[in-house]
């Protein structure tokens, strides 16, 4: 426990920050739309790179200097477009929830848009690859460690996953659709906008 709980604490911090790919699982959550599979893709993604980083995969991350510029460009211009697409609809409006309502894409559309919010944020792996990484060497137990904050992951997508629907009465009314819209747009341009200028 002297190696996990630090683990779970530290993994916990790290992802309870509002991003890109905490606003699409807390938007797939509001519409109860593939949940589970969003909320499972999320926490597998995150055990994998933090494996990677308490193995000592950073160091390979460090030797190749050009795959953080890559995966930044790419990142930024992926969440420039999620960005807008959730400007247009909150511009047209008019999107609310019901006691049947499920709309969200196909499972296949949705796996490949959290998948991409995942694997082209380049934070991701600073995070994982490296700080977590690097961070577990101090500890007697990696394993323990790594592990820690692979539980957090998973305790945290999904509780937010499922814990979306207490806000669906909420969310009856268009016009807050409209402002969550708004809200995840900001937050992918803002995003997007600070990986340009890092």
Not at 19 to 36: D, I, P
Not at 72 to 92: E, H, I, K, P
Not at 98 to 119: H, I, K, M, P
């Amino acid at each position: 426990m002297t190696s996990f709980l630090p683990g779970f604490y530290l993994g916990f911090s790290l992802i309870l920050a509002i991003g890109a790919q905490n606003a699409f699982v807390l938007r797939q959550g509001l519409m109860q739309a593939h949940v589970f599979w969003v909320c499972l893709t999320c926490a597998l993604s995150d055990a994998l790179l933090i494996s990677a980083g308490v193995a000592g995969f950073g160091a390979m991350a460090e030797a190749v200097p050009w795959l953080e510029t890559v995966m930044r460009w790419f990142g930024a211009a992926f969440l420039l477009w999620y960005g807008w697409r959730n400007a247009l609809s909150a511009w047209r409006g008019g999107q609310s929830l019901d006691a049947a309502d499920t709309r969200g894409g196909s499972l296949r559309a949705t796996l490949l848009v959290v998948l991409a919010l995942t694997w082209l944020n380049p934070h991701v792996y600073l995070d994982t690859l490296m700080l977590l990484g690097a961070i577990s060497a101090q500890y007697p137990d990696k394993l323990a460690f790594g592990a820690g904050a692979v539980t957090a992951s998973f305790v945290f997508f999904f509780s937010l996953g499922y814990g979306a629907r207490r806000l669906r009465p909420l969310f009856a009314n268009p016009r807050s659709w409209q402002v969550l819209d708004v809200l995840i747009a900001l937050t992918m341009w803002a995003i997007a906008v600070k990986l340009i200028l890092m």
